[in-house]
Structures are given as C-alpha cells and as structure tokens.
C-alpha cells in the first residue's frame, strides 16, 4: 500500500480525483444544511396544511401514492399530452394517503420544487419522507442508484450538484456560484470518461483551479474549518509535497468505478424512453464496460498483492506464535517446579530478602565511605594551600638570606679596603632570631673619609683596590703586629 506510483500521467490522474474529493467534503457540510431546512419547511407545511401534530406516515409507496392536486390541474399536463407520463395522477389505481393526506401534499411540494418538474422518485421511499430531508432531497438527483443510499455520505459530488441545479429554492440561494459547480461535475465526468486513467498537467492545474474557486464561494463562508483544511490540502498537491502511493490509487479506481456504474444505470433507463439512438447508447455501454474491466483488473491485482503480503505475515506471525508456545511451556514447567516444592521456594524467598537487606546496608556503608572521602578531599585540599603558602614563605626567606650574604660580602671587602686606605665602617648587629627582614646594610657606595661620609664611582674603587692590592703584596712581610690586630677587631667608626 505504500509503494509510490511513478508514472507521470496516472500520478496526474490520482490527484485528480483527490482534488474532486477535497471539493466533496467541502459541500458536504452545505448539503447537510439545506438538507435540515428542506426538513423543517415541509414538515411544517405539511402539518399547518393537513392539520396534524406530527407528520409520520410510513405505510404510502411512490408508485401507489395519489398527488393532491387533481389531473386537470396538474403541472404535467401539457407533457401528458406529448405522451410524456411523469405524475401519478395520470396513473390509475392510486390512493391518497390514509394521514390526512399528508405524503400526497408532499408530493406536490417536491414536485413544485424541481427546476424540470421531474423529480427521481425511484431514488427515494415514501414511507421515509416523515424521518429526513435527505430522504426527500434524493428525488432531486437524476443519476439512478440512490434508493438504497440511506446517508448523505454516501453520495458522490455529482449527486450534490444535482441537487443544486435542480432545487430551485437552492438555486435561487446559490445564484451565480452554481456555474462554479456545474465546471467542478463536468471535471469528474472528464476525468472518470478518461480510458487511460492518465491526465496531462494541464488538465490537473485546471481541476485544481476549479476546485479551489468553489471553495472561495459566497455560500460556503460559513463552513471555514472544512475550507481551510481542504484548502491545504490543494496546496499540498499543487506543491508535490503528497506522495500519491497505491492506496490513493486503489480510492481513484473505486471512484471511477462507481461513476461508470451510475452512468451504465442511467443509459439502461434511457433505452425505455422514446426518441433515443439505441445504437449509440449501446456503444456507449461496451466503452463503459470496457473501462470497468480495466479498473476491475488493476483493483484485482492491488488486492491479490496485500492478500499475498497477508499471507507473509500470517507466516511470520504463526512462527511467532510456536515461539511464544514454547517459552509459555518453559514457564509452567517451571511453575509446576516451584509449586510442587513450597519449602525451597520459601527458603529462596528468604535468602532474596536477606541479599536485599545486605545490598541496603552496603549502600549506607557506601554513602558513609563517600562522605568520608569527600571531607579527606576538603582537608587535603586545605592541607595543600597550607603547603603552598610555606613553601613560599621559604623561597621568599631563602631569596632574603642570599641577598644579605652577598651585601655582608661586600661590605667586608669595603672594609678591607677602608683599613688599608685608614677609612673605618661600621656594620649595624644581625637581627633578632626569628626575624625575617634582613639586616640593614650600609649603602655600599659610601665612603667615610676624615669622619665625613663620601660618594665615589666605580672605576675609583677599582683602582684603590688595586692600589691597595699592590701595597698589600708589598708589605705583607713587613706588616706589623698592631695592624693585624686592626683587621681582626670589630668594625668601628
């Protein structure tokens, strides 16, 4: 059912008959309407008319039923006299209806209400007149083949807009948006009266314009839920975004079928009448069985392809289903075991109970060892910024302590060059154990000379020391005893 169908021109012809049958479903609510007020004003007529509480005759039968009206007032009277007989008043052995007359003042209604004076009587029971206006409105549809059609669902498109054309109450109400109907009919019977199923884009752009005209009616702007809906789904074929499958296929055969029935029915009846081609409705009648061999044919051969597949998945679901048999046997063996052995299934039960109550203490246990770890994870992780911040703490102590290394260096060299040139510095005493600030080192480019305090470059301090140096290697073997005290005794000003 849903393989695509991939030949262009029957692709056309399906959303044909789809377009045809969205303008369906938008009539359909309107033919309701006028079904319930064709109800209520003959009903009402009927009782103000005969004087009854209730109209509900269900004995009278149309062949039987004498009209109110007598024969020298029929309407049909001047037809009668062509030899044209359509009115039970010219037929004998009629009787009038045993309600007050009631079904034969009905009678003249409908009859008064057709466009051609000629209403289908065959396409409707008497006996059902009192129960609905459908029951009454079929008299208005031409085609044969409705008497037995007891819902308004039933009929197809062509039958809603016989009505309308031959209604004149409906008429007078439609006006000018009935040849609006009457091209949406004509696009069935062309599309139906197609003998290749197939249609050009043409064809399918101007069935679709048609139908989306009837929608844009005057008369149907009360039924805006059912338009927009259809409406849709017009776009939707115009824009291809419908996958016309084989199941849409098998609805627009149905449909053709259907029509070409009705159509056979309505020539049949024909042939009874006077000034008629024999011939030519016989031509007519091959060419339509013609039709219906080949729509028979391809509907035959969609159905013995689902039986086919039916029959796949019965096959599959009969291995299934010994499957499923057996498994059921596993099970009540197993049944029988247990059952046939309380006391190990009590004693298993228990042993369930227990692994349930254990698995319960392992969570708790779980959870506590959980929030154990999470709280060893907050301490270490404090732990480590503690560590941290130490480690810091001693790069910084470490830096300092180079640092004064160096300056008590060069302080002592300075030293060692004062005492040669006669200049004394005095080095403040260390800090405090404990105390992390370094000790406070003169600035090592001051220079005490005669008790006051001098600046000198670089490149002066060298070449004293290197003064220094020489007279040092000089009178290192002559140096006295006092100046050796000098360099071992505590710096001084």
Not at 129 to 146: A, D, M, S, T, V
Not at 413 to 433: D, R
């Amino acid at each position: 059912m849903d393989e695509l169908v991939t030949d262009k021109g029957q692709h056309n012809w399906i959303k044909a008959v789809l377009a045809l049958l969205c303008a369906k479903l938008v009539l359909l609510p309107f033919m309701k309407k006028q079904c319930e007020i064709q109800y209520s004003n003959s009903k009402t007529c009927v009782n103000k008319f005969c004087k009854l509480s209730t109209y509900s005759c269900n004995t009278c039968v149309i062949e039987t039923l004498k009209p109110y009206h007598e024969t020298n007032s029929c309407p049909l009277r001047a037809r009668y006299r062509r030899g044209i007989k359509h009115c039970n008043c010219m037929t004998k052995k009629t009787i009038a209806c045993p309600m007050d007359s009631s079904c034969s003042v009905l009678y003249d209604l409908i009859l008064k209400d057709h466009n051609e004076l000629e209403p289908k009587w065959t396409n409707s029971e008497c006996k059902k007149w009192y129960l609905n206006g459908w029951e009454q409105l079929k008299c208005f549809i031409q085609i044969p083949g409705y008497k037995d059609r007891i819902n308004i669902e039933d009929a197809d498109i062509t039958a809603y807009v016989q009505i309308c054309v031959n209604n004149i109450k409906i008429r007078q109400h439609l006006g000018a948006d009935l040849d609006i109907l009457e091209k949406v009919r004509q696009d069935r019977n062309d599309i139906f009266h197609s003998g290749t199923c197939s249609l050009p884009d043409e064809s399918l752009k101007r069935v679709v314009a048609n139908v989306k005209d009837m929608l844009k009616m005057r008369t149907l702007n009360t039924f805006q839920s059912e338009i927009k809906s259809q409406f849709d789904v017009l776009q939707k074929l115009e824009q291809f975004q419908i996958e016309v499958n084989v199941g849409h296929e098998i609805q627009a055969h149905k449909e053709a079928l259907r029509y070409i029935n009705e159509t056979m029915q309505y020539i049949k009846e024909c042939t009874h009448t006077n000034n008629v081609n024999t011939d030519q409705l016989r031509v007519q009648v091959s060419q339509l069985a013609l039709q219906e061999d080949q729509h028979m044919r391809f509907i035959k051969e969609c159905f013995s392809k689902i039986k086919r597949n039916m029959d796949t998945m019965k096959l599959s679901y009969e291995r299934s289903a010994s499957v499923l048999m057996e498994h059921l046997k596993d099970v009540s063996n197993i049944t029988q075991a247990v059952s046939s052995k309380p006391e190990a299934y009590e004693s298993l039960l228990k042993e369930l109970v227990e692994c349930k109550q254990g698995i319960c203490g392992l969570e708790v246990v779980t959870r506590d060892i959980h929030d154990t770890v999470k709280s060893n994870e907050k301490t270490t992780s404090e732990t480590n910024a503690c560590v941290k911040r130490m480690l810091l703490e001693m790069e910084e102590l470490k830096t300092s302590l180079q640092v004064n290394d160096i300056q008590v260096k060069q302080m002592a060299n300075v030293q060692n060059a004062g005492g040669k040139c006669g200049y004394t510095v005095k080095i403040p005493a260390a800090p405090l154990h404990g105390s992390l600030r370094s000790p406070r080192i003169p600035d090592a480019s001051l220079q005490y000379r005669n008790g006051k305090k001098t600046r000198f470059r670089e490149y002066d301090v060298n070449r004293k020391n290197r003064v220094i140096a020489e007279k040092k290697s000089m009178d290192q073997k002559s140096m006295t005893r006092v100046e050796k005290e000098k360099q071992h005794k505590p710096y001084q000003l």
